[in-house]
């Protein structure tokens, strides 16, 4: 199995510019989360979806943020417009249907965002 | 809302020194995580506890569940250079399904 897969690696942008980070979890997992490291706020959960369905998104930060999952392969994360303090890594981590999400998440390599 | 604290932030040892994080949480948790994550790199789960006083053991690693399910740690013995990054736990309160995570405690390790 591949593992978590995210795109693009890196990504370098203005302010005020949209940028849609991508995810693909693994397959057969069933539960996708968005997080966000910075070194002042450290992992930051932003929302999570089961079955392609958003069920928590209170850790969203803004209207600037949206995510969607429209099938159990891919996600999106866009932020629109972007602003340097949005400058994170951005995580996307998957878990298996066994024992629902009490499982083991695995990570993606994740996002690394530079708005300038 | 569910808060985890997690001590120390930083820890420096020697090679072959043992090295101690702690994890406290607010609220009681139904079960806690362990994560560790290397320099440029990505969390990756070590372990999940979930009884009441549960002792698990990999290796020379070594984490504990509190008897009240509020506070936890990961013990390493003669920590090693390969055992470098951020250890993080994560916790997660009754019918929740979402993990709240420590800041995380960075272990490096002088050879």
């Known amino acids: 199995d591949a593992g978590v897969i995210q795109s693009p690696r890196h990504e370098v942008t203005e302010m005020g510019q949209e940028v849609t980070l991508r995810c693909k979890p693994i397959?057969?997992?069933?539960?996708l989360f968005w997080y966000r490291q910075t070194m002042m706020r450290g992992l930051e959960l932003l929302i999570y979806f089961n079955n392609n369905v958003p069920i928590d998104d209170s850790g969203m930060p803004e209207d600037r943020f949206s995510a969607k999952m429209p099938n159990a392969s891919f996600s999106t994360l866009k932020i629109q417009p972007s602003e340097p303090r949005d400058s994170a890594v951005y995580f996307c981590a998957s878990s298996s249907p066994a024992g629902g999400p009490l499982n083991e998440q695995f990570f993606g390599p994740g996002t690394r965002l530079t708005v300038l | 809302g569910q808060q985890v604290m997690q001590i120390p932030q930083y820890q420096h040892v020697q090679e072959g020194e043992d090295f101690t994080t702690y994890c406290n949480s607010s609220?009681?948790?139904?079960?806690i995580q362990w994560y560790k994550q290397r320099p440029g790199g990505h969390p990756v789960f070590l372990i999940q506890?979930?009884?009441?006083?549960e002792v698990k053991k990999q290796k020379r690693l070594t984490f504990q569940f509190g008897e009240a399910k509020k506070n936890s740690s990961l013990h390493i013995t003669a920590t090693q250079t390969t055992d470098v990054g951020t250890y993080f736990c994560?916790?997660?309160?009754?019918?929740?399904?979402?993990?709240?995570f420590g800041a995380g405690t960075r272990l490096a390790v002088h050879p």
């Open positions: 609220t009681t948790l139904s079960n």
């Open positions: 506890l979930v009884k009441s006083g």
């Open positions: 397959s057969g997992h069933d539960y």
């Open positions: 994560a916790g997660r309160e009754g019918g929740y399904n979402k993990l709240i």
